[in-house]
């Protein structure tokens, strides 16, 4: 089946540590992004990726980093820069256009030692 | 700045009908999407509107009213397994989405 899996589930991170969280997607989408959502809180963009090898800064991308170096993977880093990383992490990919949504994995929770 | 707002939570009975709103001020408009959010899982996608009216899907149907900012969502016989967020979304004038906070719905027996 067609999906996006997200890698790992949970995920815990000690202080001063850099994590990685995994994001792959078989749908052949061209456009992938990261969100961070908190409790009360609308999601808000961290980075997003129209092209392979391309990616853009959202409204909160500080203490994060982003790769694609290919189509189907977008893995995110929380750095240590990152001072208050504790959310529910959501990668999602899309196709072109403006009228097609955006397809979410299940998320990763990352929470700090 | 960029605002969008839905009310925090609702409660409904199993079998009715409920209404959620969604009022927006973005920088453009490129289209509203709904999405439904069960607790610590992925949102999904429900619907998508652009034009002025009401799409219907089912047992839920959306509106739009671009010259008011205003969307709402409407479920109908309403099942227990519809407890969940509520999310509502504005693409802008840059094809970003700016998400509001979620409408969590309570559906009692």
């Known amino acids: 089946d067609g999906g996006i899996t997200q890698s790992p589930k949970y995920l815990f991170r000690k202080e001063g540590q850099n994590v990685t969280l995994s994001c792959e997607q078989n749908?052949?989408?061209?456009?992938m992004y990261w969100y961070r959502q908190d409790p009360g809180q609308g999601l808000r963009l961290i980075y997003y990726s129209q092209i392979v090898n391309d990616f853009q800064k959202g409204d909160i991308a500080e203490g994060y980093s982003v790769s694609r170096e290919k189509k189907e993977s977008f893995p995110l880093t929380v750095t240590s820069a990152q001072k208050n990383p504790t959310a529910f992490y959501l990668c999602?990919?899309?196709?072109?256009?403006?009228?097609?949504?955006?397809?979410f994995g299940d998320g990763t929770r990352l929470s700090i030692l | 700045g960029q605002n969008i707002d839905q009310p925090t939570e609702m409660t409904a009975t199993e079998g009715a009908i409920v209404q959620i709103n969604c009022t927006y001020q973005?920088?453009?408009?490129?289209?509203l999407f709904w999405y439904q959010q069960h607790a610590g899982e992925a949102p999904t996608f429900l619907s998508y509107?652009?034009l002025d009216g009401l799409e219907e899907k089912g047992r839920f149907s959306s509106f739009l009213s671009r010259s008011k900012g205003y969307s709402y969502l409407l479920l109908k016989e309403l099942q227990m397994k519809d407890s969940a967020s509520y999310l509502c979304a504005v693409m802008d004038s840059n094809y970003q989405l700016i998400w509001g906070a979620g409408t969590k719905l309570i559906i009692k027996p």
């Open positions: 509107n652009v």
């Open positions: 973005t920088s453009g408009f490129n289209g």
């Open positions: 749908l052949n989408h061209d456009a």
């Open positions: 999602a990919s899309s196709s072109q256009g403006e009228s097609q949504p955006q397809h």
